[in-house]
């Protein structure tokens, strides 16, 4: 069945950019399942649905987020990735990709703990 692992950098710095790459086995993300999403979780709270890229290439974003955010893919890699501009220490979280028929995530990957600080 698809599997799925994020990677990138554990600590990023105010106001940079962060980067994140989701990548996909066991499945395609042109042909299988709907949406490949982004979730995250901060210390103490609950899961936020950032967005998601469709099988097609449409991108799709939830308007609630404090920062600018881009999903993307890369298809000969079969992965997507996440990039959140100009982040703060409240973008700390756990960061999980997904994947689904939905926007509610049927298959998850590990997560990846990411820390904004200086």
């Known amino acids: 069945q698809v599997q799925l692992q994020e990677s990138g950098p554990g600590l990023v710095m105010p106001s940079q950019t962060l980067s994140l790459t989701c990548t996909v086995s066991?499945?395609?993300?042109?042909?299988?399942?709907?949406?490949w999403s982004w979730i995250r979780q901060p210390p103490g709270k609950g899961l936020e649905w950032m967005g998601a890229?469709?099988?097609?290439?449409?991108?799709y974003y939830n308007p609630s987020l404090k920062n600018h955010a881009v999903i993307s893919r890369d298809t000969s890699k079969n992965q997507f990735t996440l990039q959140v501009s100009n982040v703060t220490p409240e973008d700390t979280a756990v960061y999980f990709c997904?994947?689904?028929?939905?926007?509610?995530?049927?298959?998850w990957g590990q997560g990846t703990r990411v820390t904004v600080a200086s």
């Open positions: 066991g499945g395609s993300i042109t042909t299988n399942y709907y949406y």
């Open positions: 997904a994947t689904g028929t939905t926007t509610t995530p049927d298959y």
């Open positions: 890229i469709g099988r097609s290439g449409t991108s």
